[in-house]
């Protein structure tokens, strides 16, 4: 039961303020992690934690065997396994990444460790060109002739 302390956090203060989620050093977890809150690693976990539209902040004394698909990932401890961010990933200058990042947006910190590969989506973008899989060299040289003849 709560204590009547007007300073303990209630239901609707957690809900409605930026409260993070916090996985304590000395907590090890193996299985799936997923929710929908921000949510701070500082324990180990062995599996996927999986925060769809939420941010996942690795803190420097954590340590992850598991794959991640969050809106944004902060890195600032140990992560090995692929990370999956629809927004953005950070690797700070003291945490280590061996897996392949899939994202919009990176930043890899000088004095970071990373190993594997990144592969930047760029979901959100639509393009008017339908031959986005061919070379660029081809779409350039076929936009330069278009606009070589409406000019004349």
Same mark, same amino acid.
């Given at each position: 039961?709560?204590?009547?302390?007007?300073?303990?956090?209630? @239901?609707?203060?957690?809900?409605?303020?930026? !409260? @993070?989620?916090?996985?304590?050093?000395?907590?090890?977890?193996?299985?799936?992690?997923?929710?929908?809150?921000?949510?701070?690693?500082?324990?180990?976990?062995? !599996?996927? $934690?999986?925060?769809?539209?939420?941010?996942?902040?690795?803190?420097?004394?954590?340590?992850?065997?598991?794959?991640?698909?969050?809106?944004?990932? $902060? $890195? %600032? !401890?140990?992560?090995?396994?692929?990370?999956?961010?629809?927004?953005?990933?950070?690797? +700070?200058?003291?945490?280590?990444?061996?897996?392949?990042? =899939?994202?919009?947006?990176?930043?890899?910190?000088?004095?970071?460790?990373? +190993?594997?590969?990144?592969?930047?989506?760029?979901?959100?973008?639509?393009?008017?060109?339908?031959?986005?899989? +061919?070379?660029? %060299?081809?779409? @350039? @040289?076929?936009?330069?002739? =278009?606009?070589?003849?409406?000019?004349?």
């Amino acid at each position: 039961m709560a204590p009547l302390d007007s300073s303990y956090p209630t @239901t609707t203060d957690r809900l409605s303020g930026s !409260g @993070t989620a916090r996985l304590g050093a000395s907590l090890h977890v193996k299985g799936e992690i997923t929710g929908n809150e921000d949510l701070a690693i500082d324990g180990s976990v062995e !599996g996927l $934690v999986q925060l769809e539209d939420r941010k996942l902040t690795i803190g420097a004394s954590a340590r992850l065997t598991a794959d991640v698909i969050a809106r944004e990932v $902060v $890195v %600032y !401890g140990n992560v090995k396994g692929n990370l999956r961010a629809r927004d953005r990933i950070e690797i +700070k200058k003291d945490g280590s990444v061996v897996g392949d990042l =899939t994202t919009a947006r990176i930043m890899i910190e000088d004095g970071a460790y990373f +190993k594997g590969s990144i592969e930047i989506d760029k979901a959100g973008e639509a393009s008017s060109d339908n031959d986005l899989d +061919k070379p660029a %060299y081809t779409r @350039t @040289t076929r936009a330069a002739a =278009t606009t070589a003849t409406s000019a004349d």
